[in-house]
């Protein structure tokens, strides 16, 4: 069947049956569920035609057992104009590297293959706003995958040996949704905090035993599922998520809830049962509300709940501010650490006079903004505080802002402040350096 509407032309089947005269004006095409490897052959003779082809779904089980399957992914790179395909199903290996030059390409479904990894060069395809890379055979995601600036919604939900996440998650600042469950995760990356306009959060079954502590910081989130992990408590940001609608926690180990959540919406849907140590508190939130706000509770540093503490919400979260502190500089005593960053820059984190962290990069004689000033950068380095250091190629920023909590500054462990940690400020150096290096001559 097809539709022609200003010679516009959807069709569903056996491409054969449409005029050749026709091929041009193609803008949708589903290949038949049943296809055989002769209608395949076909369509693989008429790519060149379909010049404005902007939808093309190749999805469904006939490709199990057909090689032309892999074969046409490979040569779909031909339609320039393309804006979405489907190619879940198709009995894959590989992600053809040559679909990362489909430079239109809006949504990107490659779902239930047996992928062990994606192009590096994922990149390029900074038009995609939807991926689905979900029920693969996928280890790990590729970094490139975090520059798709304009990536909204990323599933890659059902990657069973995916245990781990990229570090540079946050660089995916137009994310909306983001499904990462039922993988193998063992480790909630914190950059995922960092996703200001992430809206749907979904790391149910994994093997999760904390969160990262600054959740709390998402503040568009509307639903977010932790289900069926290994949890024994949650963090106490969690009640800063003003505009949660949905929240699910069932199925894991906790013991106890923080009194945040009382701040949370009234009419929130939450679903927490299977949770054994749970069994004082109510079942339903109308009334867990009111036995939230009923108990006096001690926040520590992992966010845990207790009923033995007469401290406020505030005063607990100043104290969980001096134990990151302490955590920190437990682990990271020494002054001045040197490493090499991702882009082969050196990297230089430090401690001033009031044990703040600063972050630098030393860039290579040869670099164009080797000899500027860090304030002629301004603009075009975008770092926590902006550059505040600039001398022979070496560019830094401070964790010393007004915003910021200072160790030895006066009232230093305030509730409204934040403590740069060593791990934070290397991921801002990582991130100063990627940008120096888009600015390489």
């Not at 004006?25 to 076909?42: D, R």
Request: with cysteine; net charge negative; aromatic share 10%.
């Amino acid at each position: 069947m097809y539709s022609n509407q200003e010679k516009e032309i959807k069709f569903e089947g056996y491409l054969s049956q449409l005029s050749p005269k026709k091929l041009p004006f193609l803008t949708s095409y589903k290949f038949s569920v049943g296809g055989s490897k002769k209608m395949a052959t076909f369509l693989l003779s008429k790519l060149d035609s379909l010049v404005n082809l902007r939808k093309l779904d190749l999805s469904g089980y006939s490709w199990a057992s057909n090689e032309h399957g892999p074969l046409l992914v490979s040569k779909i790179s031909v339609l320039s104009k393309l804006e979405f395909l489907d190619c879940s199903d198709c009995d894959l290996q590989e992600l053809p590297s040559s679909l990362c030059e489909l430079k239109n390409l809006r949504i990107l479904d490659c779902s239930w293959n047996k992928l062990k990894s994606l192009p590096s060069d994922l990149c390029l395809l900074q038009n995609l706003e939807e991926f689905n890379c979900s029920n693969c055979d996928l280890k790990k995601l590729d970094s490139s995958l975090c520059h798709l600036k304009n990536l909204r919604i990323l599933d890659c939900s059902g990657n069973e040996k995916l245990k781990s996440l990229p570090s540079d998650l946050r660089f995916l600042q137009a994310l909306e949704k983001f499904v990462c469950s039922r993988c193998d995760l063992k480790k909630l990356s914190s950059s995922i905090c960092e996703l200001k306009n992430l809206k749907i959060l979904n790391c149910g079954e994994n093997e999760l035993k904390s969160l990262p502590y600054d959740l709390g910081s998402l503040q568009n989130l509307e639903e977010f599922y932790c289900n069926h992990n290994q949890l024994d408590s949650l963090p106490f940001s969690l009640g800063d998520l003003s505009n949660l609608k949905r929240f699910y926690c069932c199925n894991n180990d906790l013991f106890s809830f923080p009194v945040s959540l009382c701040h949370l919406s009234p009419t929130l849907e939450i679903i927490y049962f299977n949770n054994p140590l749970l069994s004082e508190i109510p079942t339903d939130w109308e009334n867990l509300l009111i036995y939230l706000k009923e108990k006096e509770v001690q926040t520590d540093f992992f966010g845990i709940a207790t009923l033995e503490s007469h401290t406020t919400p505030k005063q607990s979260q100043m104290y969980s501010n001096q134990k990151v502190w302490e955590k920190d500089i437990e682990q990271y005593p020494q002054t001045c650490y040197t490493f090499i960053t991702k882009c082969g820059y050196t990297g230089e984190i430090k401690r001033n006079l009031l044990l703040a962290y600063c972050g630098y990069v030393s860039l290579p004689e040869g670099h164009l903004d080797f000899h500027k000033t860090y304030a002629a950068l301004a603009r075009h380095i975008n770092v926590h505080g902006q550059l505040t250091f600039g001398e022979k190629g070496v560019f830094g920023f401070d964790c010393s802002q007004s915003e910021d909590l200072v160790p030895l500054a006066k009232d230093p462990f305030s509730d409204r402040k934040h403590y740069w940690t060593f791990e934070e400020v290397k991921k801002e150096v990582e991130y100063m350096a990627f940008q120096f290096k888009l600015r390489e001559a």
